[in-house]
């Protein structure tokens, strides 16, 4: 009898793992509200639908890695704008990343947004992760435990193909 509830406990722990949502992808909750195609293929709904192999974020074939900064580790969120949106990274800038870091407890400081449209001094290993996974655009969310600032910020980094550089977007962030 006790070996029942044991097993039946463990499977129980076991189900709600799975059936545990990741809200840390910044496009898990974005949709496509009716069917799009782009370039020939089919998208629609969200990651959040069970099984949705076309969602949003599969459209901007979102992906998640890692890369060593300044000998810090850094979690960092990879879209390729390019194959499906013409290199069009203004939805990742404009909506999903304000919305993301929104649900995160934070709020932009849209009034000291940093831009280098020539970031000569990005991390080989950021750039390298980026041509790795074959996307433009890759995203890190610094807070200041890991940083040792009094300011947590979001970078984005995008590859411009047109210019063969990279530019960089740093939005401030506030609790």
């Known amino acids: 009898m006790k070996k029942s509830i044991l097993i039946l406990v463990f499977c129980l722990i076991g189900l709600l793992c799975f059936a545990q949502e990741d809200g840390t992808s910044p496009m898990y909750y974005w949709e496509y509200t009716s069917p799009v195609t782009?370039?020939?293929?089919?998208?629609?709904?969200?990651?959040?639908d069970w099984g949705n192999n076309s969602?949003?974020?599969?459209?901007?074939?979102?992906?998640?890695?890692?890369?060593?900064?300044?000998?810090?580790k850094l979690h960092y969120w990879l879209y390729d704008t390019i194959t499906y949106h013409n290199g069009n990274a203004s939805d990742i800038y404009d909506r999903v990343i304000p919305n993301w870091v929104e649900r995160l407890g934070y709020v932009i400081?849209?009034?000291n947004i940093r831009v280098n449209n020539n970031n000569t001094a990005?991390?080989?290993?950021?750039?390298?992760?980026?041509?790795?996974?074959?996307?433009?655009?890759s995203v890190t969310l610094c807070t200041s435990?890991?940083?040792?600032?009094?300011?947590?910020?979001?970078?984005i980094n995008?590859?411009?193909?047109?210019?063969?550089?990279?530019?960089?977007?740093?939005?401030?962030?506030?609790k």
């Open 158 to 174: 995008e590859y411009l193909t047109n210019k063969k550089q990279y530019k960089i977007t740093i939005y401030y962030l506030y």
């Open 109 to 111: 400081d849209f009034d």
């Open 122 to 137: 990005l991390a080989n290993s950021v750039k390298a992760l980026m041509k790795q996974r074959g996307c433009d655009i």
């Open 38 to 48: 782009l370039n020939g293929k089919k998208f629609y709904g969200s990651e959040a």
């Open 55 to 72: 969602s949003f974020a599969d459209s901007y074939r979102e992906q998640d890695g890692y890369a060593l900064v300044l000998g810090r």
């Open 145 to 155: 435990t890991n940083w040792d600032t009094n300011v947590d910020f979001v970078i």
